[in-house]
């Protein structure tokens, strides 16, 4: 349950904000409540990256897509019609992630053991 009021938190403060500033100014914060959760710091970690991810490319502020539209030359109305699929695979990684926690946690602790 913290865990998607996390992801509902960060995907709509990150919708309005700089992804580096959300970062900066909420991560410390919801790190330390993870903690004192039981959620594992990795976990967590993963978890607020994919957010931060995924709202570069959701509206209002969609920097990414600005960014292509400007890149390709194309209007930010096709670009964005182009994004869905990527928006659709970003919350199905998101989900999976949040629901199945070995998913963002065996590499790491293969490789640290």
Do not use: Q, Y
Not at 7 to 32: D, Q, R, Y
Not at 54 to 65: D, F, G, H, I, K
Not at 71 to 85: L, W
């Amino acid at each position: 349950m913290a865990l998607l009021m996390v992801n509902i938190l960060l995907i709509f403060v990150s919708t309005f904000m700089e992804t580096i500033t959300a970062l900066l100014i909420l991560f410390p914060t919801l790190l330390k409540l993870a903690i004192s959760v039981d959620i594992n710091p990795m976990h967590f970690t993963v978890i607020a990256i994919l957010n931060l991810i995924t709202a570069l490319t959701t509206p209002p502020v969609e920097l990414c897509l600005f960014i292509a539209s400007s890149i390709g030359e194309k209007s930010i109305r096709k670009v964005s019609k182009a994004v869905f699929r990527f928006l659709l695979f970003s919350f199905v990684t998101l989900a999976l992630v949040t629901l199945f926690p070995s998913l963002s946690i065996t590499l790491p602790d293969w490789i640290m053991d």
